[in-house]
């Protein structure tokens, strides 16, 4: 049949789009007009970890992706299990060459209580490798990750000292 709508595009399909377009722009905060923009096309842009590991996007940064996929499998080894990253500061956008991503890690613990010893050992074990990593769990006081999640969306979308939005993030699904 002629004239017929092309079928609704599912929401990863729309988010992989979006974050195709915001990483040839370098991650700005938004890739439309701010009053034009939603959760769904403006940062944090969405991203799948396979996506990220095959190298499909962010492969300029694929050291630091390389070392976010090992802190993965130490947290899971440990008892935990990576549900998603934020990543920004310098290694998202232009930078030619960053000394390290920032990343705030959010996980939950699926071996007993959360061995806070290997917690802080992973973290700086990821640290020493150029993954500047928080790691935050989100089965704990939603307020608290709420607020969690916004205070690291304005420290990673900017330089440090400064005030201003320059860039945008990547969330990425740590579990696709």
Not at 23 to 28: G, Q, T
Not at 67 to 94: C, K, M, R
Not at 106 to 116: E, M, Q, S
Request: glycine share 8%; proline share 6%; hydrophobic share 45%.
């Amino acid at each position: 049949m002629t004239g017929l709508a092309a079928a609704p595009q599912t929401f990863r399909e729309v988010t992989e789009s979006c974050f195709r377009q915001a990483e040839a722009l370098d991650f700005p905060p938004f890739v439309t007009a701010e009053r034009q923009s939603t959760p769904v096309n403006a940062t944090p842009y969405l991203v799948s970890l396979s996506a990220l590991v095959a190298g499909q996007a962010l492969a300029r940064r694929k050291r630091f992706i390389d070392e976010l996929a090992v802190t993965l499998g130490e947290l899971s080894d440990a008892g935990g299990q990576g549900v998603a990253a934020l990543l920004g500061g310098s290694a998202i956008g232009p930078k030619p060459n960053p000394g390290d991503l920032d990343c705030a890690l959010f996980y939950r613990w699926t071996a007993g209580t959360a061995d806070v010893t290997a917690l802080a050992r992973l973290q700086r074990s990821a640290k020493a490798r150029g993954l500047d990593l928080r790691l935050l769990p989100v089965d704990g006081d939603p307020l608290l990750l709420i607020k969690t999640v916004s205070f690291f969306s304005m420290l990673y979308s900017k330089n440090e000292g400064e005030r201003t939005i320059i860039r945008g993030l990547v969330l990425v699904d740590c579990l696709s």
